[in-house]
């Protein structure tokens, strides 16, 4: 069982920046695949990031080149760096693990992007 808990969410205005944290649970964060999800009432979860153990990164289009995912294994933690924000990439933002092909979900974090 993985037990994730994210942070750092809030109100920004357009252009600004937040940092979001995910904290994990377990002895062998440094091989858990790790994804962050975004997901707006009425449409489907959004795959945003992902960062594998050997810390290979991808993006959604929409947000290369402003968001960045990253992890420190030491404490277990992944990150995800916004900036540029829009209103548009309002949204609760998720953490998620793989291990051992089970995924384990946190409970969200609420990104508000408005002026």
Not at 58 to 65: I, M, R
């Amino acid at each position: 069982q993985v037990q994730l808990v994210e942070s750092g969410g809030g109100l920004v205005q357009p252009g600004g920046s937040l940092k979001l944290s995910c904290a994990a649970s377990g002895s062998r964060f440094s091989v858990y695949y790790m994804r962050w999800y975004r997901q707006v009432p009425g449409k489907q979860r959004e795959l945003v990031a992902a960062i594998t153990s050997s810390s290979s990164t991808n993006y959604a289009d929409s947000v290369k080149g402003r968001f960045t995912i990253s992890r420190d294994n030491a404490k277990n933690t992944v990150y995800l760096q916004m900036n540029s924000l829009k209103p548009e990439d309002t949204a609760v933002y998720y953490c998620n693990a793989i291990l051992s092909s089970l995924g384990y979900w946190g409970q969200g974090t609420q990104v508000t992007v408005s002026s």
